[in-house]
């Protein structure tokens, strides 16, 4: 499961935004995973950073 609705819940704040959410288990980035049981997977970085054009 990737997540659970039963208890998916954001717990950011304005003045904390760096809390992680409740019930989400599982995230795939480029099929590969980076969230493992609720934590990040060490050294996984399948992304990339976009970045607009200077004007």
Do not use: A, C, H, S
Not at 17 to 39: A, Q, S
Not at 40 to 54: A, F, M, Q, T
């Amino acid at each position: 499961m990737l997540f659970n609705r039963e208890t998916i819940q954001d717990n950011t704040t304005i003045k904390d935004t760096g809390k992680k959410p409740d019930g989400i288990e599982y995230v795939f980035n480029n099929g590969v995973m980076i969230v493992k049981n609720g934590n990040y997977v060490v050294g996984k970085k399948p992304g990339r950073v976009i970045r607009r054009e200077k004007r």
